[in-house]
């Protein structure tokens, strides 16, 4: 079964960089396109960022510009790295494939304060 591990959250003041990082336990992680996602209280979970086995990337335009995804296929590991971070952007940070068809893990908490 294969395991989501995300860390490096933590609490920032707005303006401030946080970088996450995600280790999946599958040899297949470099064939699969990664994302990441995330949850705020009372909201439902949205995509955040994409980025394919190609390292081809998207992100939501909430995060455009401040966020970038990338990706150590010889670490199984998925990062993404906050820059410029807003209080509207504290959440639960999550990673999984796309779609998400993965057992979640238990998620990265960013807390941005004004």
């Known amino acids: 079964q294969v395991q989501l591990v995300e860390s490096g959250g933590g609490l920032v003041q707005a303006g401030g960089s946080l970088r996450l990082s995600c280790a999946a336990s599958?040899?297949?992680?470099?064939?699969?396109?990664m994302a990441w996602y995330r949850q705020a209280p009372g909201k439902q979970r949205e995509l955040v960022a994409t980025?394919?086995?190609?390292?081809?990337?998207n992100y939501a335009d909430s995060v455009k510009g401040r966020f970038t995804v990338s990706r150590d296929n010889a670490k199984n590991t998925v990062y993404l790295q906050m820059n410029d971070l807003k209080p509207e952007d504290t959440a639960v940070y999550y990673c999984?494939?796309?779609?998400?068809?993965?057992?979640w893990g238990q998620g990265a908490q960013v807390t941005v304060s004004s």
């Open positions: 999984n494939r796309v779609p998400p068809n993965l057992n």
């Open positions: 599958t040899r297949l992680f470099s064939i699969v396109a």
């Open positions: 980025i394919t086995s190609g390292q081809n990337t």
